[in-house]
């Protein structure tokens, strides 16, 4: 079965403490990884698209990567602005699954 | 260019009323998408169509019905709520049918509450 799981479910951080988040993936046949940036009581947006394992892709303070089985939104010196949940979604051929999110809360 | 628009944004209703959610795209995009999204829960496919006149089943589409009579709105129907359908939906649009090429682009979400 087709499963994303995303780790930690929520993070707090101070200004400028860098952290990762996680998105592990049990799909088979992917074609792409997508990071999206959801802000309270709005839509999901879109970040990132991964394809194949070793690619990173970068945005201001974020900094995605991907592996075989998982991937990783690297935030860099974090601000306020920057909270959010952060969601992952794989795709194979006929299926897009998304994860639960993170929910990254960043203090001044 | 509005994007992608939902109406309406909450709505609460009782155990066995019905109600219709509409989503409207500008984009002139072929691919429309119904989501529900729960706590806990990734983001879960209800319905979709691939085109104006077209619907197919997604992961979750018991309880409710959909259509596409025209190319830039896509609407959800509820035919009679459950309190299993309390839930935000999410409407998305895109270019590619599940694309790795192609994002899709989602609206602002209606929050519905069903007692």
């Known amino acids: 079965e087709d499963q994303v799981t995303q780790s930690p479910e929520a993070l707090r951080l101070q200004e400028g403490e860098s952290s990762s988040l996680n998105c592990s993936y049990t799909v088979s046949g992917l074609r792409g990884l997508f990071w999206y940036r959801q802000d309270p009581g709005k839509g999901p947006e879109f970040l990132f698209t991964l394809y194949s394992a070793g690619e990173e892709k970068e945005k201001e303070r974020l900094k995605a990567t991907l592996t075989k089985k998982e991937s990783f939104l690297h935030i860099t010196a974090p601000k306020p602005e920057d909270s959010a949940t952060y969601l992952c979604a794989a795709l194979n051929d006929y299926k897009l699954s998304f994860g639960a999110g993170t929910t990254v809360t960043v203090r001044a | 260019n509005a994007g992608v628009t939902q109406t309406p944004k909450f709505r609460v209703l009782k155990t066995g009323q019905s109600m219709t959610l509409l989503c409207a795209q500008d984009m002139n995009h072929e691919y429309m998408y119904w989501y529900r999204q729960d706590p806990g829960m990734g983001l879960r496919l209800i319905h979709y169509?691939?085109?104006?006149?077209?619907?197919a089943k997604g992961e979750v589409p018991d309880g409710y019905n959909v259509s596409r009579l025209k190319k830039q709105n896509f609407l959800l129907g509820l035919e009679s709520a459950a309190p299993s359908q309390t839930s935000v939906y999410f409407c998305?649009?895109?270019?590619?049918?599940?694309?790795?090429?192609?994002?899709?682009?989602f609206g602002p979400g209606t929050r519905l509450t069903v007692l």
């Open positions: 998305a649009s895109g270019d590619l049918h599940f694309s790795s090429y192609n994002e899709q682009f």
């Open positions: 169509s691939v085109g104006e006149g077209t619907t």
